[in-house]
């Protein structure tokens, strides 16, 4: 059974910087995919960031470019997200999520193993 967990959400100011942390376990794929969704109160979860894991390719929401990075440990099978220049829009719960995948899409529904969230708010 595949479980995923997110953690390393929080409060900051403007401009300040967090890194959220994921854990997926369970996974039998030969290669796949793993991203970062958010979604603010009342919008549509969206894709910010996503990597294969083998290859490492990555993408990237225009919104985030320069300013997030996505990142890979695979000895301990995390994916982080660190993010810096944070802004007000950029509040909302994220969202890690994996599937068998050998390309990298922003597409919530290619994605099929979601963990519970965690949220990020930035103050302004």
């Known amino acids: 059974q595949v479980q995923v967990v997110e953690s390393g959400g929080g409060l900051v100011q403007t401009g300040g910087s967090l890194r959220l942390s994921c854990t997926a376990s369970?996974?039998?794929?030969?290669?796949?995919?793993m991203g970062w969704f958010r979604q603010a109160p009342g919008k549509e979860r969206e894709g910010v960031s996503c990597?294969?894991?083998?290859?490492?390719?990555?993408s990237y929401a225009d919104s985030v470019k320069g300013r997030f990075t996505i990142s890979q440990d695979m000895a301990k099978n995390t994916l982080y997200l660190q993010m810096n220049r944070l802004k007000p829009e950029d509040t909302g719960m994220y969202y890690c999520a994996t599937n068998a995948l050998d390309y990298c899409a922003l597409v919530p529904s290619y994605f099929t193993y979601w963990g519970q969230g965690t949220q990020v708010t930035v103050s302004s």
């Open positions: 369970g996974l039998t794929f030969d290669d796949y995919a």
């Open positions: 990597i294969t894991w083998t290859g490492g390719r990555t």
